[in-house]
């Protein structure tokens, strides 16, 4: 059972589109972190989002962090081609020895 | 900064063999690396915890002995994959902190993976 659950698991979109990853957990996170990661190499961190309700913009994205901490979204305004890779929730729970858990994953590929 | 290298990028064994990966932080000491399995086009799956200094701690259902671990210094960490089977192929990747353990205010740093093929 997957802890983190992202959904789309795939999406497919036009350039210029705007799209919407969401990550779902029935756990409360302390943070909750937005890593993107192309093919052959390891993850980049976005953002961290900390505070329930937070929300935070990095150029064309905007992350928010759900109000109880059990859920985020990722919002992509006019998506370009070089958006494209897999992205990962990853959390930090209270409950848990201090190991970040990733979420499923959401493959985003923009087609020129 | 909080650079992290991984080495080799790729490696091809044959069944049977063993194969060391190598995760260094380059810029900063790292107390704690983890080491992380993905299959194609899946998520991370935490493997182990590996603190310097100490015995690794693995997640349930990792096979300690099969999946040697050693933090020897705080800038050096290995994944030994013995007895390799072709079941064992995957992207192996490591990350690091400079705490004791990752938080929103000491993120994860990531190696660019390994990619492990056993024929």
């Known amino acids: 059972t997957q802890l983190l659950e992202q959904s789309p698991q795939f999406l497919s979109i036009q350039e210029g589109e705007n799209l919407t990853v969401y990550c779902n957990s029935s756990?409360?996170?302390?943070?909750l972190q937005w890593y993107r990661q192309e093919p052959g190499e390891g993850p980049v961190l976005l953002v961290t989002?900390?505070?329930?309700?937070e929300v935070k913009k990095l150029k064309r994205l905007t992350f928010q962090f759900g109000d109880a901490r059990k859920d985020s979204s990722l919002h992509i305004t006019a998506a370009q081609p070089g958006d494209t890779g897999l992205y990962l929730c990853a959390g930090d729970r209270y409950s848990s020895a201090s190991k970040i858990i990733f979420g499923s994953g959401t493959r985003l590929s923009i087609r020129p | 900064g909080a650079v992290v290298s991984q080495h080799p990028s790729w490696v091809i064994c044959k069944s049977g063999t063993s194969v060391k990966i190598e995760c260094r932080s380059l810029d900063f000491q790292a107390t704690t690396m983890f080491w992380y399995r993905q299959f194609p086009k899946q998520s991370l799956m935490l493997m182990a915890t590996?603190?310097?200094?100490?015995?690794?701690?693995?997640e349930q259902g990792v096979e300690k002995d099969k999946f040697l671990i050693n933090h020897a210094s705080l800038t050096l960490s290995t994944l030994t994959v013995t007895s390799a089977h072709p079941e064992d192929s995957s992207f192996y990747i490591c990350?690091?902190?400079?705490?004791?353990?990752?938080?929103?205010?000491?993120?994860?740093?990531f190696g660019n993976g390994t990619r492990l093929t056993v024929t």
């Open positions: 990350s690091a902190v400079t705490g004791g353990a990752p938080s929103y205010n000491s993120p994860l740093h």
């Open positions: 756990s409360v996170f302390s943070s």
């Open positions: 590996s603190n310097e200094g100490s015995k690794a701690t693995y």
């Open positions: 989002v900390v505070t329930g309700g």
